[in-house]
């Protein structure tokens, strides 16, 4: 992975990242819910 910008910021990369991070947040939170609801019921 590189780190150094060229000269400008590669909005196809950042995107992905972000759109990776979305993605993370949410299969976290899922999975945490349904342990929550799994253990509470």
Known sequence: MNMRWRGR???KD???R???GIITGLAIGVTLFVLQVMFDG
Do not use: C, L
Request: hydrophobic share 65%; proline share 0%.
């Open 18 to 20: 972000v759109i990776a």
């Open 9 to 11: 910021i590669n909005w």
């Open 14 to 16: 950042v995107t992905e």
